[in-house]
């Protein structure tokens, strides 16, 4: 059975940082893409950066450019949310999504077949 | 960036009734390469269709998607108590970023 689990979340300063993490079971993580989607209070789902299955490559939403970093640790199954520079906008519980592969093109499809429960980050004074 | 619109923002219908929800993309989604997710309130989001029309594995064949390039729908055939959720439509075609619709909630009537 895929499971993924969400850590991390918490209240935290505007400016400040959090670290997020997504441990992962029930399938071989190295071999996909794995990515974080948040969706703010009464809003709709937003993707927020992807990773692909070696780590070489990462992509960010424009809104966390600059202050997110994705990472995985391969070996721990854990993939990571390393969230700096924190605003108000940033508020929303924040979910991973595993990848569903590649196309037979050998380009990334970029949807998600298994996802978290999510975490909440809430950035406060 | 393709912007997807959904429509309605909520469908207020009853069991056993049929359910048509639409999303419609502000230019051509590559390859028809278009996913629905379900989500319930406190749940990880649920794949149900990719490809604009394939059903996912495990999913029930009430659940059906249809259409092509700009227009996309999902139709539950006969609402169960468990449908009753919040449905997003995202496209996978011109990515990154891959883009979400706003969502349309089905609510008991």
Redesign the interface.
Known sequence: EVQ?LESGGGLVQPGGSLRLSCGVSGFTFSTFAMSWVRQAPG?????VS?IVASGTST?Y?DSVKGRFTISRDNSKNTLYLQMNSLSPDDTAVY?C?KG?GYASSGA???????????TLVTVSS | EIVLTQSPGTLSLSPGERATLSCRASQSVSSN?L?W?Q?KP??????LI?AASSR?PGIPDRFSGSGSGTDFTLTISRLEPEDFAVY?C?Q?GS?????????TRVEIK
């Not at chain 1, 809003?43 to 993707?47: A, D, P, Q, V």
């Not at chain 2, 990515?95 to 969502?103: D, I, K, L, Y």
Request: glycine residues 12%; hydrophobic residues 30%.
């Open positions: 993924l809003k709709g789902l937003e993707w992807t992509y939403a979910y999504a569903v990334l499809l970029w949807y998600f077949d298994y996802w978290g429960q999510g | 390469y996913v997710y989500h406190g749940q990880a989001p649920r794949r990719y996912a997003y995202q996978y990515s990154p970023p891959p883009t979400f619709g706003q969502g």
